[in-house]
């Protein structure tokens, strides 16, 4: 089983740090990302606001121009979109050096929010469904940027299922990352794919079956552009959401190499056990433990060497959860 983590890099707004940089001079420090990310991650650290318009300062909100959504202050009317823009564009030229395998951004912020921030009508108005919703200008940029990396808001990062689909994306990513870095030859490409494998299926099995035709005829010769073909399928393989299905025929695939070795007891355990895991009565590390269980017993140097056994860090705990996997 895996026993090294990769250390990640991670794009973080500031004020989920702990940094006073809000509009109210507070912070927003998130729990998740203080006590269990930041064990596991360098962060690269951003605030397209407070550079430019100070701390405290007038809260801003999207409105529709003319021609493009423009960045005002909430009561005096300021435009302040080009100095966020110009920040944003020198932080990003910044944060594309860095290798992120990922970001995390303030929910609600019309310059960080990810999803869902309100677009205002000129006269200051908003009306529900009848107008538009967008992202943050910074997070926007960011996304169309670095399309292939794993951005989430700290809010929806309460969601175990959400978060652990976040966390496999971005250790998978620095896993690759690190592949990358290395020396590598058509012999790395067959083993980052041969111990991927079951990860790969849990994520996307249609993808997961275009990626063998190019590591089966990865050359030499040609190995740079099978890495890039690879690589392109791998990021939008990550970026769809695991479901309770896809982990249900994985884990069938998995218990395929002992289902003629283990007893009749064992069996009706691993049954039972898969069912009520189907059903949302334990969660997905009970069936893991016992896939783990078997292979210690019975032995099976394929399996043993599965990133999906151990994808992110047991501390972490993302697979006690009941609602992390959905149906």
Known sequence: ?????????????????????RYNGGHAQDEFVIHQLAAYADFFKFCPEAPVLGTPREPIRLVQGNDSIRVVGTKSGRDVTDGLL??????????QKQSLDGAVVKSRSPSCGLERIKVYRPSGEWFGSQDPMDQGVFT???????????????????????????????FTLARWRNFLQKQTGVADLQAFHRDHKYLLLSKNES??????????????????DSL????????????????????????????????KQVGEAEKELFRSTLQEFKEGIVPLISVM????????RYGSEYLQGQVILDPYPPELAL???LQAYKS
């Not at 690879?230 to 896809?246: D, F, I, V």
Request: charge should be positive; proline fraction near 3%.
């Open 1 to 21: 089983m895996v026993s090294e983590f990769p250390r990640l890099n991670v794009a973080l707004s500031d004020c989920l740090s702990g940094c006073e940089c």
């Open 86 to 95: 110009d920040y944003t564009e020198k932080k990003l030229a910044f944060l």
């Open 140 to 170: 926007k940029r960011l996304q169309e940027a670095l399309p292939w990396i794993a951005i989430e808001e700290e809010g929806r990062l309460q969601d175990p299922w959400l978060r652990e689909n976040f966390m496999l994306h971005v």
């Open 207 to 224: 993808l997961y079956r275009q990626m063998g035709p190019i590591v089966a005829e990865a050359r030499k010769d040609t190995l740079q």
């Open 228 to 259: 890039q073909a690879y690589e392109g399928l791998l990021h939008r393989l990550l970026a769809t959401k695991s479901n309770k299905g896809k982990m249900l025929n994985t884990l069938e695939h998995m218990y395929g190499y002992f289902k």
């Open 289 to 296: 433990k016992l896939l783990q269980q078997f292979i210690h």
């Open 319 to 321: 697979r006690s959860h």
